[in-house]
């Protein structure tokens, strides 16, 4: 089993920057990758930045490409997102998750996780 805690959200203008933590705590042998997700108002989660555990490899969606970072620190159990060039587009509620993903391609895909945080609150204002 594997315990997830987002913070870091908050409200800023557009053209700022932000840092999410991921506190993880727990083991579970099947998990092999590690992402953030977006979920906007009235919009469905989608995936914005994913790392594999081995590699450290990270994939991002194109929307946020050059502008988020996802990073790992295994000796804090944390996984990080760092935000920047925010838009209004960005607000919304920021997950991350921990899954199995057999390839690149899955990492972006909701199906790949198994283990969710709460959420934490990211609002862009013009």
């Known amino acids: 089993q594997v315990h997830l805690v987002e913070s870091g959200g908050g409200s800023v203008q557009a053209g700022e920057s932000l840092s999410l933590s991921c506190v993880m705590s727990g083991y579970a042998i099947a998990v092999n990758c590690f992402g953030w997700f977006h979920q906007a108002p009235g919009q469905e989660r989608e995936a914005v930045a994913a790392?594999?555990?081995?590699?450290?490899?990270?994939t991002y969606s194109d929307s946020v490409k050059g502008r988020f970072t996802i990073a790992e620190d295994s000796a804090q159990k944390t996984l990080y997102l760092r935000m920047s060039d925010l838009n209004p587009d960005d607000t919304g509620m920021y997950f991350c998750?921990?899954?199995?993903?057999?390839?690149?391609?899955?990492?972006?895909?909701?199906?790949?996780?198994?283990?969710w945080g709460q959420g934490t609150q990211v609002t862009v204002f013009p």
């Open positions: 998750a921990a899954g199995k993903c057999p390839s690149s391609w899955a990492l972006l895909q909701a199906a790949s996780y198994m283990y």
């Open positions: 790392i594999f555990t081995e590699n450290r490899r990270p």
